[in-house]
């Protein structure tokens, strides 16, 4: 089953993001710009299923959180002084 609910050719970096804020994961606009088509597709699926999996949907499956994801939030943590920067 599909979960994603936007035709990955209509994702945009700033719904991509939005998602991705939703969930808990502050990525820049400058970083997420930079993004590829199919990474912003990846990013959006993993915060979808992010989000509907702690709805108490457990059939959800989840998957691993994708590795420029990752970065990008170490990298935000890093440059705005939240807890968990690489540097804590």
Known sequence: MRITFMAPERLTADVARNMLAVVGVPVAQETIGGWTQFELVMAYDWATREY????????????????????????EKV??????????
């Open 52 to 75: 509907l999996h702690a709805s108490d949907n457990t059939t959800v499956r989840r998957r691993d959180k994708p590795s420029f994801v990752q970065v990008a939030q170490d990298v």
């Open 79 to 88: 440059l705005t002084g939240l807890p968990g920067g690489t540097d804590d």
